[in-house]
Structures are given as C-alpha cells and as structure tokens.
C-alpha cells in the first residue's frame, strides 16, 4: 500500500502534522512525503528523519508562494502518475483548498479534519467530527485515492531519527493558474492555534480594569483598547511562559483588542489543546463549541455564575489583572523559570 | 455586477444534536442560515453597492430551506433560488458543489459567487473551491477584503500567518472570512418583502444534471462520550494564595 503525505508549510515552516500524517502512513505501507516549493532541503531532510521512504520534491519558482490551482493541478498529476492508495495531508486552510481541488480532478472525495483512521477489510474508515463536535461520524470513500486531512495532535508524532534517509525524487510543477499571489502584508504574528499545547485567552473582561489610566488624550474607545492591551500583555506573559499561544473570544476581536487570527470559536478556530485557560471570557456557545475539547479547562472571572465555569476544570473567580499575573509568578516558580 | 451568494441551512448552535436511528436529530431547535454565510451575503452585497448590480442567493437543500433564502432576501440580495430534489438525499461535497455548478449555469453565470468558509453541520470546506474547479473559474479563498479593479477582483486572504494578497479575472469564485465585516441585520423593508417572495425551485431536471453519485459515505454515527466535568472552584485568601494552589492543580495535571 502507497500513501502520498503532503507535507504542509508557510515559506520553510512545517505544520507539525504533516509529520503525525507521515506515521500514520506508516501503518499502511510505504510513505511517499509531497515537498512543494523553493529552498525545501531543510525539509526533505526533516521528512526523511520523520521516516518518510521517498520524497518527492517540487522545487518551482512558480510554486514559491503557495497558490491553490498550481498547487492542486502539481499534486493531482503526481497522483495520476503514481496511483497512490491514500493521500494525507494536515488540516489547514491551504490543504482544505488544494484537497478539495485535486479531489475533483482524480474523482474522488476528501474527509476532513479526521480525528480517528482504520482500515476495515480493505476499506480506509476515517472518524471526524460534524455538527461542532457534537456527533462524531464513521466515513468512507469508494474513491481512489481516499484523501483525508487529519487533526493535529490527535495521532501520534513518530520519533525522529537524525541522519534517515530514503529516495529524493525530483517532480515536475504544473505552473498553470487562473490567479496571481502578490505575496504577503505585514504579517500578522504567526498564530499557530491548531497545533499549540497550550492556549491561555482573553475576553471582553481583558479592557475591564478601571484602576489602569490610559495616556493623556485618548477617548473612550482608545481609552479601552489600550487598556485590554496591558490585559493581553498579562495574558501573553502567561501564555509565553507555558510555551503556549494566545487566543481571544469574538468580543475581544470585534472590540479591536487583538486581530481575528487569535479567535476562537464557532467563527474562529476549533482548538483541542491540553491546557486552556480562559481569562475575562464569559463562556457563550458559539466560544464553547471551539474549545471544549480541550483537555484541561481553567476559567477565570469575576462573575460566579458565568457559564464558562460549567465547561471548567478548575474555575476562580476574580479579577484576571490580579489572578493571571500572580498565576504566571507561582508557575515560575514552581516550574522553576 | 451580478453576484451570487451560496448559502446552506444548518441547525443553530444551540441545538441539541443527537443521533435518533443512526440518523441525526437536533428536535425542534431552529435553522438557521449558516453564520458564515451571512458573511457570504454580506459581501455580496457590499460588492453590489459598490460596483452596483444584482444580488442572488442560492442553496441547495430541503423545503424549509426557502427560510435561510428568506434571510438573504430580508438582508438585502435581489432575489433567491432553491435546488431541491429527492434525489439529493445522498449527495457528498463534491456532489453538492456539482449541483452548485449546474444551477450557478443555469441562472446565466456571474461575476462573482461568493461562499462562507464553512457550514455548521458537516463543516467540510470543501464546496467552494470543488465549485471553482468543476466550472474552472479562478479560486480566490478566505477573502477580508475584496477589491475590484477593471474586471479584476483583488483579495487579501485571512490567513493563520498573514494576509496574503491574491488577484484574477472575473468570473470568480470567492470564499469570505468574518473580516469583511459585520452582516447587516435585515431591515424592516426587507423583512416585509422576503415574506412576499415567491423563491422558486429548481429540480434537477430543471438545472439539466444527474444526481452525482456519492463516492463518501457515512457508515456509522455516534454521539462523543460525555466528558465528566466536575469543576473545582480555587479560593484562597489573596490572589498570591489562589494562584499557589491553581498552579499545583495545574502541574498535577501534567499538561505542561
Ligand atoms: C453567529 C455567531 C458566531 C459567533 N462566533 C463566535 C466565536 O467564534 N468565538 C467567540 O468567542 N464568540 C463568538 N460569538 C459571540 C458570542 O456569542 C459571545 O458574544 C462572545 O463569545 C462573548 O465574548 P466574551 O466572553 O469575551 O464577552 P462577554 O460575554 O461580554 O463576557 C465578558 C466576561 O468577562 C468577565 N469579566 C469582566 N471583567 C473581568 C475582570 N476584570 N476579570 C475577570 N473577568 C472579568 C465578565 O464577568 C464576563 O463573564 C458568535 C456569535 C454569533 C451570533
Ligand atoms: C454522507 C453525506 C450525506 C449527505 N446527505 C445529504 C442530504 O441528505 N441532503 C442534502 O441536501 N445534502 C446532503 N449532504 C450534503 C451536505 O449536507 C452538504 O450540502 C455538502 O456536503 C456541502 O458540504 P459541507 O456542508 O461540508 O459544506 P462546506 O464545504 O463546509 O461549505 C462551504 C460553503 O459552501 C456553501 N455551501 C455548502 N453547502 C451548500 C448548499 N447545500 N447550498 C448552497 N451553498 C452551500 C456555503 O457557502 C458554505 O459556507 C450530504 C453529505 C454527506 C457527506
């Protein structure tokens, strides 16, 4: 059995799933990792030490920024060449676009955000969530190759092992496009949510701290942004220390405290990461529903009856500019930063 | 301009989903038009106002689905069309975006047609660039800004590591991100002539094409184990005090 892993990133920094892809297809046989782009030694090596038996290698000027229908129309000619069982990739957005692209030209379908893999008789069956997370379902695809994208940190990262090496092969680029990428604004602090093991986040609570006084001039509006910034700083400290990254509710996002990329929720990121902790965040379904998987849940706020505290593990109430500081502290300690 | 906005119904968030004989109930909760399609509409019509021209709002999906339509039409678009068909019961995303492609033909084409970033219910994310690809039309994904320019659209896409700036020529299919702005609610005028409107439907037939044959099927469908979520209140005599025994909780947990 032959499976295709497209190994996912963003100008040389992989998507620490497209590895935990790369074990899966282990299981089945033999692991071909995808490497499209300019400069990828660094990542072929690494696909390699992941355990990949071949790597195919697309290096193409014109594949240096990622574009869906070059992208799509490169993959589904390598798979049309060398008819794989299966192609897995990360979940991302880009992978949801070319997956979905390169589905139509192999006619085939793609699953989704998978969270479980088997194989029954000779049959992929792959579990994801539908309806928020609310049901789980089984899937199958007569299709072939199966596509899937699976979840990060639900299977396991095989271990890597320095010096591995296998087959290089070079591909060839299908550069052909409908569109142009005119390369990227001022980049927005890489946000990593999906893969981040730990997430601490800010409400519309992080601009509630009357005893802040902004800068001289500032009107009302200005007046809380700025002070939900001296709440995020807290929040970011917090978040540093425990090697995590910060996330926000819609409120804090609509409110101008932090940009979109940090959201999360029904209309932000679903995140399943170990450690959330959610600071000054009421606790509304729509935020719920992308977090509640989270293995630990820690609630802090002021109000005893906010709902959050029903999804809680551990819950405080108090003021986030008192706890979350003297929190980040006691873990300095104890952790012995 | 003319557009075409594509939008799902989808049960409310808060519904309480279960599985009733393998098949999925959510009682007698509302549907509702997908959020993120509102987004979908929204954009539609902010490209409407600004380049002037047509609004159209189409799904595909069941009877009751003319309510989610009913919303677009409220918001502003200029009319609506319904696919529905029995022969739809088991159609996949590729299958849905087939449809998608065949009835946007069948209105005459567009400029642009514009998608949400995913529904509620299945939530592939998959429809609008399997759309793009059956009617080969550019793919400009994830859009928080759109721009045009001379029959070119110009889009910046909401990415996790930026905002990366993609162009092409229309027709385009587009897909948006909350960041194009806030959906309008319907005004008053609206709401009183969307619940005049006669939205008609489309069988398959009438948008000349087959029942796509599924090639995903689902096998089995259950409900997530409960989690057990006894929480524990932290007090203590001072924040320091509180902060101590949370942060032992916290390392008992081994999450860290
Ligand atoms: C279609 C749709 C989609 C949506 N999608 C999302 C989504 O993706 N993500 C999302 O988050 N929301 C989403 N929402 C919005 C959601 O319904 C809530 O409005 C939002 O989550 C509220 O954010 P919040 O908890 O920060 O603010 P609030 O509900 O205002 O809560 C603020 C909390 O902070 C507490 N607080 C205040 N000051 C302090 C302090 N000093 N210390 C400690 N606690 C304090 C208060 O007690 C309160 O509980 C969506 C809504 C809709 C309709
Ligand atoms: C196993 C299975 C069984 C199914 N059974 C049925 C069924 O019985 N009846 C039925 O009608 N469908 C059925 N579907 C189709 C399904 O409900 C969706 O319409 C389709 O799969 C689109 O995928 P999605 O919901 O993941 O949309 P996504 O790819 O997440 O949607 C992205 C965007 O595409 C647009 N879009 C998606 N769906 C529609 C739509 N229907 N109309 C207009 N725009 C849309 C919206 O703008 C949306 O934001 C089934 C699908 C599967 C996989």
């Not at chain 1, 978040?239 to 819609?250: N, Q, W, Y």
């Not at chain 2, 094409?209 to 689902?218: D, Y």
Request: glycine content about 10%.
């Amino acid at each position: 059995m032959k499976t295709f892993v497209y190994i996912d990133h963003f100008k040389g920094e992989v998507q620490p799933a497209s590895w935990e892809a790369i074990g899966l297809a282990k299981n089945y046989g033999t692991a071909v990792a995808l490497v499209f782009g300019a400069d990828t030694d660094e990542i072929t090596k690494a696909a390699f030490e992941y355990g990949a038996d071949e790597v195919i290698v697309v290096d193409d000027a014109a594949l240096t920024d990622y574009l869906a229908e070059p992208y799509a129309s490169t993959l589904s000619a390598l798979a049309a060449s060398s008819s794989p069982d299966l192609i897995l990739f990360p979940t991302t957005a880009r992978t949801r676009e070319m997956a979905a692209m390169s589905a139509v030209d192999l006619s085939t379908g793609v699953l989704t955000d998978v969270t479980g893999f088997e194989m029954n008789g000779d049959q992929f069956v792959a579990t994801r969530p539908i309806y928020e997370g609310k049901l789980l379902e089984k899937t199958v695809c007569s299709g072939k190759p199966v596509m899937a994208t699976i979840r990060g940190r639900v299977f396991p990262k095989p271990a890597r092992e320095s010096g591995k090496t296998g087959t290089l092969t070079k591909g060839v680029a299908k550069t052909d496009t409908l569109s142009t990428a005119h390369g990227y604004s001022a980049a927005e602090s890489a946000v990593n949510l999906g893969d981040a093991a730990v997430i601490v986040s800010g409400g519309r609570g992080v601009s509630n701290n009357p005893s802040l006084t902004p800068p001289a001039g500032m009107d009302e509006k200005q007046a809380e942004v700025w002070r939900a910034q001296q709440g995020f700083a807290l929040i970011t400290d917090l978040a540093v220390l425990l090697g995590g990254a910060v996330g926000a509710s819609r409120a804090a996002v609509d409110g101008g405290y932090i940009t979109y990329a940090h959201q999360v929720g029904q209309t932000g990121k679903v995140v399943t990461p170990d450690l959330y902790i959610a600071c000054g965040i009421s606790g509304a379904i729509q935020h719920l529903v992308g977090m509640r998987n989270a293995k630990v849940i820690v609630a802090i706020n002021k109000d005893a009856d906010a709902p959050v505290f029903k999804q809680a593990r551990y819950g405080v109430v108090g003021d986030l500019f008192a706890i979350v500081p003297a929190l980040t502290e006691a873990m300095k300690k104890k952790m012995g930063k | 301009m003319k557009i075409i906005a594509c939008i799902k119904q989808v049960p409310d968030s808060e519904a309480k989903v279960k599985t009733e004989g393998g098949q999925v109930s959510w009682g007698d909760a509302p549907l509702v038009i997908n959020p993120f399609d509102e987004y979908a509409v929204e954009g539609a019509l902010q490209q409407k106002e600004a380049s002037g021209g047509t609004v159209t709002a189409l799904c595909v999906g069941g009877e009751s689905a003319k309510d989610a339509l009913k919303h677009a039409l409220a918001m502003g678009a200029d009319d609506a069309v319904l696919v529905s068909d029995a022969a739809l019961n088991d159609i996949d995303t590729v299958g849905a975006a087939r449809v998608l492609a065949a009835a946007i033909n069948k209105i005459g084409g567009a400029d642009m047609v514009i998608f949400g970033r995913q529904t509620l219910d299945n939530g592939a994310g998959l429809t609008p660039a399997q759309t793009a690809r059956i009617i080969g039309w550019p793919m400009l994904g994830l859009a928080g800004q759109i721009k045009v320019d001379a029959g070119s659209v110009s889009v910046e896409r909401v990415l996790e590591e930026g905002r990366q700036t993609v162009s092409a020529k229309m027709p385009v299919v587009l897909s948006v991100v909350q960041s194009i702005g806030e959906p309008r609610y319907p005004s008053f005028m609206g709401i009183r002539k969307a619940s005049k409107a006669t939205i008609p439907v489309w069988s398959l037939a009438d948008i000349n094409t087959a029942a796509p044959a599924p090639v995903i099927t689902r096998t089995e469908l259950t409900t997530p184990p409960a989690q057990e979520k006894e929480v524990e209140m932290i007090t203590g005599e001072s924040a320091a005090d509180i902060a101590d025994k949370l942060a032992d909780k916290i390392l008992a947990e081994k999450v860290l």
